[in-house]
């Protein structure tokens, strides 16, 4: 529980693995690529990717999330033109829908294929099915019991693999041909020792082409989940304190007015939205707790902690905590990041919504970026609030979302 100790924790790689060793064997076909990867294998492999998340390098998608944001909202238009300026319905699915369309530009330079949304919903099954954070362990054999749901299992990620396998095989083609993407995007960073192995043996081959297809699987799903999630809950907070939702909408429109086309450099001038959503990560953080299985027999807070020990870091307690945060931690109130997250957090190192240390979420800068522009789009567009049918129950299986959805009434502005 304690801030220093849990920073100690998740800096420390070396002596603290990740914990998918203790999953079970469906979570176990959803967590693959870098997430599972440790010690210099992971360092070279982030090392790698790294320069993809660099803000110089996002700034230029801004236009394309802005036209994922576009789409949605011009359907949410015509669905209110329906209902005579105004419409109730379950905004959770379409979130889905949207930060999928954005992840597929990021990582495949395209816009939202069949062949993708299939994939995406394929993957959202998987992952319901593991429910990796309340089933982490199973009998031992399990994973060979013909049942329903491992067959089911399996079937999906014959599928998966196939699909991504066929993206890559396809890009490989183009590549042969001379074709080459004008934008690198993830996928030709994942291929890129195919790219350079032209003699490469088949196993060798089968190895990368595994790794490239386990990288699409983790970043695709967590990517499309962990950005719905924070949008959900963010128009659900918004809808019981519409007194935030317009001191957002007044900054949106100063800062934005009637302009066609948002920068980056706009984004950046959206206090009140930062302040928002630093508060929704704090309040609902995608991942409820961090696990690590120790390594090695080491000394923690005072304490030996024996080798294959799981230690657990409860993100979600750490960020609601009365002494860190005051009386209100349980409470949603944005003015606490007036001045900054070190002011927020009195210096402590509580505030952990993409995690810590070396291991920090590589994409949280795109998140942050996909979010506050759908966001400022959604306050020009839409006045919101709950629907009488909205039911509060946060549910976590991989993610932390809501269980019953988020009915919400938009009403066009």
Same mark, same amino acid.
């Given at each position: 529980?304690?801030?220093d100790?849990?920073?100690?924790?998740?800096?420390k790689?070396?002596t603290?693995?990740k914990?998918?060793?203790?999953?079970?064997?469906?979570?176990?076909?959803l967590?693959? $690529? #870098?997430? %599972?990867?440790?010690?210099?294998?992971?360092?070279?492999?982030?090392?790698?990717?790294?320069?993809?998340?660099?803000?110089?390098?996002?700034?230029?998608?801004?236009?394309a999330?802005?036209?994922?944001?576009q789409?949605?909202?011009?359907?949410?238009k015509?669905?209110?033109?329906?209902?005579?300026? !105004?419409c109730?319905? =379950?905004?959770?699915?379409y979130?889905?829908?949207?930060?999928?369309?954005?992840?597929?530009?990021?990582?495949?330079?395209?816009?939202?294929?069949?062949?993708?949304?299939?994939?995406f919903?394929?993957? !959202?099954? #998987?992952?319901?099915?593991?429910?990796?954070?309340?089933?982490?362990?199973?009998?031992?054999?399990?994973?060979?019991?013909?049942?329903?749901?491992?067959?089911r299992?399996?079937?999906? =990620?014959?599928?998966?693999?196939?699909?991504f396998?066929?993206?890559?095989?396809?890009?490989?083609?183009?590549?042969? @041909?001379?074709?080459?993407?004008?934008?690198?995007d993830? #996928?030709?960073?994942?291929?890129?020792?195919?790219? =350079?192995?032209?003699?490469?043996?088949?196993?060798d081959?089968q190895?990368i082409?595994?790794?490239? %297809?386990?990288q699409?699987?983790i970043?695709?799903?967590? $990517?499309?989940?962990?950005?719905?999630?924070?949008?959900?809950?963010?128009?659900?907070?918004?809808? @019981?304190?519409?007194?935030?939702?317009a001191?957002?909408?007044?900054?949106?429109?100063?800062?934005?007015g009637?302009?066609k086309?948002?920068t980056?450099?706009?984004?950046?001038?959206?206090?009140?939205?930062?302040?928002?959503?630093?508060?929704?990560?704090?309040?609902?953080p995608?991942?409820?707790?961090?696990?690590?299985?120790?390594k090695e027999e080491?000394?923690?807070?005072?304490?030996?902690?024996?080798?294959?020990t799981?230690?657990?870091?409860?993100?979600?307690?750490?960020?609601? !905590?009365?002494?860190?945060?005051?009386?209100?931690?349980?409470?949603?109130?944005?003015?606490?990041?007036?001045?900054? %997250?070190?002011?927020?957090?009195?210096?402590?190192n509580?505030?952990?919504?993409f995690?810590? $240390?070396p291991?920090?979420?590589?994409?949280?800068?795109?998140?942050?970026?996909?979010s506050?522009?759908?966001?400022?789009?959604?306050? #020009?567009?839409?006045?919101?609030?709950?629907?009488?049918?909205?039911?509060?129950?946060?549910?976590?299986?991989?993610?932390?979302?809501?269980?019953y959805?988020a009915?919400i009434?938009?009403?066009?502005?």
């Amino acid at each position: 529980m304690g801030p220093d100790v849990i920073r100690e924790v998740l800096t420390k790689y070396h002596t603290y693995h990740k914990s998918f060793k203790t999953s079970n064997e469906i979570a176990k076909m959803l967590a693959t $690529g #870098l997430v %599972i990867k440790e010690g210099e294998e992971w360092a070279k492999a982030r090392m790698k990717l790294n320069p993809a998340f660099h803000l110089e390098k996002l700034k230029p998608m801004v236009p394309a999330i802005q036209v994922c944001s576009q789409n949605t909202l011009n359907e949410w238009k015509e669905m209110a033109s329906k209902g005579g300026g !105004s419409c109730c319905f =379950d905004v959770y699915p379409y979130l889905e829908v949207f930060t999928s369309s954005v992840l597929a530009r990021l990582m495949f330079d395209s816009t939202y294929t069949e062949q993708l949304k299939q994939t995406f919903l394929q993957l !959202s099954e #998987l992952a319901f099915m593991g429910k990796l954070a309340t089933n982490p362990l199973t009998l031992p054999g399990e994973k060979y019991f013909p049942t329903k749901k491992n067959r089911r299992a399996k079937e999906i =990620d014959k599928y998966v693999r196939a699909s991504f396998t066929s993206m890559i095989n396809q890009r490989l083609e183009k590549r042969k @041909a001379g074709v080459e993407h004008a934008n690198q995007d993830l #996928l030709d960073l994942f291929m890129q020792e195919l790219y =350079d192995g032209e003699n490469l043996n088949d196993g060798d081959r089968q190895r990368i082409i595994d790794d490239i %297809i386990g990288q699409c699987k983790i970043f695709f799903y967590a $990517g499309y989940e962990t950005n719905s999630n924070l949008l959900t809950w963010t128009m659900v907070m918004l809808s @019981a304190h519409q007194d935030w939702q317009a001191r957002a909408r007044e900054e949106a429109v100063q800062v934005l007015g009637n302009k066609k086309e948002i920068t980056y450099e706009d984004l950046g001038k959206l206090k009140i939205a930062t302040m928002i959503l630093n508060e929704m990560l704090r309040l609902f953080p995608s991942s409820m707790e961090l696990s690590r299985l120790v390594k090695e027999e080491t000394i923690l807070g005072g304490y030996t902690i024996p080798k294959d020990t799981l230690v657990t870091c409860p993100i979600i307690i750490l960020q609601r !905590s009365t002494e860190i945060w005051g009386k209100d931690a349980g409470e949603f109130n944005p003015e606490r990041f007036a001045e900054g %997250i070190m002011k927020a957090t009195k210096g402590e190192n509580a505030y952990m919504p993409f995690g810590w $240390g070396p291991r920090i979420c590589i994409a949280q800068n795109f998140a942050l970026l996909e979010s506050k522009t759908f966001f400022a789009m959604l306050l #020009l567009n839409f006045s919101f609030e709950l629907s009488p049918t909205y039911v509060h129950a946060p549910f976590v299986d991989f993610t932390l979302h809501p269980q019953y959805g988020a009915p919400i009434v938009l009403k066009k502005l």
